[in-house]
């Protein structure tokens, strides 16, 4: 059931009967200048076998929304779109899960969307035709990876990572390998991620915790190696590219400042909250993970190691390991 948070921006139905119904939260947040690009192509989906729903989730923004005649979007498909303004900003992060939560368990996909980027047509399409063939009755988290384009989205400027280790929640606890623009999960995935939000809830990154909540809790999670999206590059983004080397070193210097511990702190506080919902091997995990860290030098080491606890590059193991031993972990 959808809260009366939303109000209807959009809609237009045909007769046709659809059985699957997908819902795609857009968390919005002073995006007027590339609003209209990621929205019509969210609309030019491939909808033979599906339903459409779209839910924009304003963060407060301290502009207004576009209006329908501003946006001059292509409207001749099966369409709703609902709109919501928050009273105050949540984050981005705090924006996607509580628009999860309010939009209700009808729908039997999800997906999350930035507001400046740009879908190619069959990407929800391939990703619905993946998590389907894998399970119809566990939790499927399905994601992948990206292309950079410029400002434009005219230039294309390269891809992200490749990452070829297969995802798990020994590598979910340490690192996310999906941006939650390409994240699409079925109903059971959203219903526990909804299950693990607790009052005072706090995490590091939408994506990163729906990676950890879904592979933790014994779930399926499936990296796609093929790009479905044009993740545009401009000076608002935020979260950019994570292959240039500038990045690298970027990641370098805030492992060195604690940020990396920061954040491990944060997930590992809300694993903690949710111990429950993990199975019992990933909960020894975590528990070990928990006891290594306040460990000695050489004994930490070895008690990390141990756990099988792993990023998917070589760089970012080497990074992993300087983290380790500067009690940076």
């Given at each position: 059931m959808i809260s009366d948070n939303w109000k209807l921006f959009i809609q237009r139905k045909s007769n046709s009967i659809k059985t699957t119904k997908v819902a795609c939260i857009l968390a919005y947040y002073n995006g007027s200048?590339?609003?209209?690009?990621?929205?019509?192509?969210?609309?030019?989906?491939?909808?033979?076998?599906?339903?459409?729903?779209?839910?924009?989730?304003?963060?407060?923004?301290?502009?207004?929304?576009?209006?329908?005649?501003?946006?001059?979007?292509?409207?001749?498909?099966?369409?709703?779109?609902?709109?919501?303004?928050?009273?105050?900003?949540?984050?981005?992060?705090?924006?996607?899960?509580?628009?999860?939560?309010?939009?209700?368990?009808?729908?039997?996909?999800?997906?999350?969307?930035?507001?400046?980027?740009?879908?190619?047509?069959n990407k929800l399409e391939k990703a619905i035709r993946s998590i389907e063939k894998l399970s119809t009755k566990k939790p499927v988290l399905y994601g992948g990876r990206t292309t950079y384009y410029d400002a434009e989205c005219s230039r294309k400027l390269g891809y992200s990572l490749l990452f070829k280790k297969k995802p798990s929640f020994r590598n979910a606890i340490i690192q996310n390998i999906c941006g939650g623009n390409t994240m699409v999960f079925n109903n059971h995935a959203r219903n526990i991620i909804v299950k693990s939000i607790t009052n005072n809830f706090e995490i590091v990154s939408h994506d990163w915790w729906c990676y950890q909540i879904i592979s933790?809790?014994?779930?399926?999670?499936?990296?796609?190696?093929?790009?479905?999206?044009?993740?545009?590059?401009?000076?608002?983004n935020i979260l950019g590219a994570n292959?240039?080397?500038?990045?690298?070193?970027?990641?370098?210097?805030?492992?060195?400042?604690?940020?990396?511990?920061?954040?491990?702190?944060?997930?590992?506080?809300?694993?903690?909250?949710?111990?429950?919902?993990?199975?019992k091997e990933n909960q020894l995990i975590l528990s070990k993970l928990n006891e290594c860290r306040k460990h000695s030098l050489l004994r930490r080491i070895i008690s990390f190691y141990s756990l099988g606890i792993h990023r998917q590059t070589n760089f970012g193991n080497l990074a992993l390991l300087i983290a380790i031993i500067l009690k940076r972990l």
């Open positions: 200048e590339f609003i209209k690009d990621q929205l019509q192509s969210i609309i030019n989906q491939k909808q033979e076998t599906f339903d459409l729903t779209i839910f924009i989730s304003d963060d407060n923004s301290q502009e207004s929304f576009p209006s329908l005649e501003n946006l001059n979007i292509d409207q001749n498909i099966d369409l709703e779109i609902f709109y919501r303004k928050s009273n105050y900003n949540l984050g981005y992060a705090k924006n996607f899960i509580s628009s999860l939560n309010l939009i209700g368990s009808e729908y039997d996909y999800y997906c999350f969307s930035d507001q400046d980027d740009v879908w190619l047509s933790g809790s014994g779930g399926i999670v499936y990296y796609d190696k093929l790009p479905f999206i044009k993740y545009r590059q401009h000076g608002n292959n240039f080397q500038r990045a690298k070193l970027s990641r370098i210097i805030s492992l060195l400042a604690g940020n990396f511990r920061i954040w491990n702190n944060i997930n590992l506080e809300a694993l903690n909250k949710n111990r429950i919902l993990l199975t």
